[in-house]
């Protein structure tokens, strides 16, 4: 063998040949994409809807959950005296809670206080001159000791309600308990959304890529013939659906881009209306990133499960 044959044969080994092989099958894939645009731009717009809507969605339930966990008030419980108790109850009650041993500290609300206010933050001053008396209790504010864990918060609660012209124990931190509940809430819905929506997507892009197989099933059964193995058939189909997915992946990095934006605004005022100092983040580099190699290993599954349904079947068909 001379130095040239020599040359030639390294320069086509089994690698280079792998690679040509792979270069072939990504260019014919590419150019069924661009021969086609209307179906290619369908697809990548299903994909990134199902993978931007989810997306979003967690996004703006990441934020939302800062306002849980950025909470910083002490727990506090507060005493609703009866409407027939005077002010001095109000006063002997207060230093009696006081003394106790699990009570930091306690501060009365005087009801003429709390209805002037009331007053100059609304306009019902007409509706509250028509009644025959002051429709607001007496209120104590108990902040018991910082290190109340919330049996304890629970057991001071029921003891107080046992006090003298004690009408009802209202504990302040339950709205905190409620929005974290309706956080793990919508969680779990976002979660079971998303899975819904890329079955879906897996369902459209199985679809097109059966179409595309069956469009081809001549060259397939042509390839089966002459001997060529089932990977190597199945190469341009896998890139094809790998195209897909990335492009749809990369509109859904878009997509998020602009529903982010377009949230923004509401989200801010939430924040706001919880007194939090937070503003929502813009997506950052992971979220696209985790687009575009969730939206390749979506179009690379639904290829493998279609074509390795449907050249069963062909190979099946052709066979004697």
Known sequence: MTQSEKRDTERWGPWA???????????????????????????????????????TLLLTLDNLSAVARGVDRPSQLSVLLTGDSELAVAEQLQRTLKNWSEIDDV???????????????????????????????????VMPVHAASETAMTALSQRLQEQPRVDRVIVDTRWVARLETALQAGWR??????????????LVLGNT??????????EILVVHLIGGSPAFARRPFLYLG?????????????????MTWWM???????????????????PGVLYPISL??????LGLLSTWLAAGRYFRQLVSRSSP
Not at 242 to 254: D, H, P, Q, S
């Open 292 to 297: 575009i190699a969730l939206g390749g290993s």
């Open 17 to 55: 040949a792998w690679r040509a092989q792979h270069r072939a099958a990504a260019n014919n894939s590419w150019q069924k994409l661009v021969m086609q645009p209307a179906v290619t731009g369908v697809t990548w717009l299903v994909i990134a809807i199902s993978l931007a809507l989810p997306s």
């Open 189 to 202: 819905w976002v979660l079971g959304l998303g899975v819904v929506m890329l079955m879906g997507a897996v």
């Open 209 to 218: 890529l059966r179409l595309a197989i069956e469009a081809r099933k001549d």
């Open 264 to 282: 923004t605004g509401p989200v801010n005022t939430l924040f706001v209306l919880y007194d939090s100092p937070q503003k929502m983040g813009v």
């Open 107 to 141: 501060v009365l609300l005087d009801r003429e206080l709390a209805l002037s206010q009331f007053l100059q933050q609304t306009d019902l001053a007409a509706v509250v001159g028509s009644l025959a008396r002051n429709p607001l209790p007496h209120t104590l504010i």
């Open 242 to 258: 790998l195209f897909y997915g990335v492009g749809g992946g990369l509109m859904a990095a878009l997509l998020l881009g602009v």
